[in-house]
């Protein structure tokens, strides 16, 4: 009996200790798997850097002209056309399923322009999957983005945009603005760059392009990304400036990682952009705090004045003034050769005027090597500024006080205009009775050369419908966007300059006029191209309407690959408005296009041209868009209205008859009696102010009378004076 239960026990205790042993194996197992799971949430936790300065240059990556001046600035882009740089932190972010994206940065930046240059195009953070942009241009899409990666459905990124350019395409509000970017320039989030004062309880604004160094806080904590800018000497503000709902796992849905950073982009506009200060965390509240006195100094363009003893510039003085006495003589003989002329207005407008011996020396003495046309306001030469920029020159006819007044027009429109589709002028000259004009060289001539002129490589179907696109968006910023309305009022092809990207820049301000936003043209003439003309010019005069209508020829110029009319045409193609309408009733809409294209376009993008160059052309002033609406329907962002070759309007070509003293000139079908009515262009070139030696292509100005005369069903002959004008049948 002992025994038995001895063995009992024996069995009972070896039960207990197997069981006990169970117990803890899985108890182990669970501690294992804790402890993995919470040092894999430790490696997720955080990923935090901070570089006070960058010369030490550990884990960041630089590409183009990305680079860390000795003085520990990160240096973007230098004050160079057409510039890209980027600077990465080389470790990712790893994503988790299990945790969500939240992150904080905290960073010191600058953007300083060069002295007398438009600043831009500003920098951006970006959070991306890779640090490959090789794609990106270096121009408006700031070392990010470009034309096709703009409409691309695959293309991840986020970046948030200090912009210094004024770009409607992207919707931009002003040139000078934060903004949101997801996949696209076009922000999600955007206002104008400033700052809530918590003393003042109100926003103040911030100049990005002061040059001074700006801070700026990017949050991003349970879907929402959270911008504050703010001047060094300021604490983060209490309101960020954008608050945006993103969700950053959805946008990227294929990645494990992600790499911050900057990127920036100079095209034509010119600044120097750096970084002075980074501090980056993926905990919030983990950012290191920023010492102001151990941030390196921004660099600016402008030396430092040195300072000399009394002595030393004593001695200069005397030096200069024997030199200034020997040197009085020549000085005055040579006057006469380099003389110029100035009046009180030219103080007041403030324009950048050279001289005029640096433009002779600039065309080489205006040398017929030079010459680039000759148009009906003056000639033009190419010439080389010292620092190696390429200019026009454009000697304007001084014709008494009519020719000083395109003169005045010119300078001071494009002196107060800022847009990447217009033809920067740099400045101006006055010597004796000659009036320069000094702008920026168009490689690739004007757009009616490329057109019409078969030596000329042929402008493709893109190309063409980004110049419109271009020249849409100018004529929107001239009617809405400046200061003042300006109406171009001789918009045409060969007042259509191609840079050497092929973009459109919008020239030849001599026909402007202002006026203010709610007010009215006072225009004491009628003035245009025939052809592009407006036929309410006799009884309203100029308006935006009517640059509206000339831009709707334009359309159809472009798609067509012709001029608006060609006498020597059929009688049903001669009209170049009413053959498109009839084409399109005729339901071949497309054979009006210009043969030269092919068949590459595509098109329903060549038929809305047409169209949209239908409803800009309508003779009824009401029906025709505005310029804004024009760049919504060519960006797709807005529909055509229902319209169609029938309605009122539409197709009907309305001649119009200039009467200036003894000159009659028809825009309907002529022929022409007085060969003094030629064109007065001798050479057809890309900066001539008139298309060719045909008679649509006179600029016409009259200040007496102007009249509308509906098609004549039998010839007729009209004449004024001892000019005449015959118009068939």
Known sequence: MHRLEVREYLHIRSRLSDSSSAMARWLLQILVISSLHLISLSSQQESRFVYENFLNQEHLYLDKSAKVLPSGLLQLTKSLEHQIGHAFYKKPIELSASRPLSFSTHFVCALVPKPGVEGGHGIAFVVSPSVDFSHAESTRYLGVFNVSTSESSSFRVLAVELDTIWNPDFKDINNNHVGIDVNSPLSVGIASASYYSDIKGINESISLLSGNPIQVWVDYVGNMLNVSIAPLEVQKPSRPLL??????????????????????????????????????????????RLDISKLPEVPHPRAPHKNFSPWIIILVVCLAAVVLAVLAGIYFRRRKKYSEVSETWEKEFDAHRFSYKSLFKATKGFSKDEFLGKGGFGEVYRGNLPQGREIAVKRVSHNGDEGVKQFVAEVVSMRCLKHRNLVPLFGYCRRKRELLLVSEYMPNGSLDEHLFDETKPVLSWPQRLVVVKGIASALWYLHTGADQVVLHRDVKASNIMLDAEFNGRLGDFGMARFHE??????????????????????????????????????????????????????????????????????????????????????????????????????????????????????????????????????????????????????????????????????????????????????TLDTKNSLHIVPEPEKPKTLSAGVKTVTLPA
């Open 243 to 288: 608050s945006q709902p993103i969700n950053l796992s959805e946008n990227f849905p294929n990645s494990s990682r992600l790499f911050v950073g900057f990127s920036a982009a100079t095209g034509t506009a010119i600044s120097n952009q750096y970084i002075l200060w980074w501090s980056f965390s993926t905990s919030r509240g983990t950012l290191q």
């Open 517 to 698: 936003h709610g007010g009215n043209a006072a225009t004491t003439a009628a003035v245009g191209t025939v052809g592009y003309m407006a036929p309410e010019l006799i009884t309203m005069g100029a308006s935006t309407g009517t640059d509206v209508y000339a831009f709707g020829v334009f359309m159809l110029e472009v798609t067509c690959g012709r001029r608006p009319v060609e006498p020597q045409l059929q009688v049903e193609k001669r009209h170049m408005i009413k053959w498109v309408c009839e084409c399109w009733k005729k339901d071949s809409l497309l054979d009006a296009t210009d043969p030269r294209l092919g068949n590459e376009y595509l098109p329903e993008e060549v038929e809305m041209v047409m169209k949209l160059g239908l409803l800009c052309s309508n003779i009824v002033p009401e029906s025709r868009p505005t310029m804004e609406q024009v760049v919504l329907y060519l960006n797709k962002n807005l529909p055509l209205p229902d319209f169609s070759p029938y309605t009122l309007g539409i197709g009907t070509f309305a001649p119009v008859l200039v009467d200036a003293a003894s000159l009659v000139v028809s825009s309907a079908s002529w022929s022409w009696s007085a060969p003094s009515m030629s064109s007065s262009s001798a050479n057809h070139s890309p900066y001539a102010c008139q298309s060719g030696d045909q008679p649509w292509g006179q």
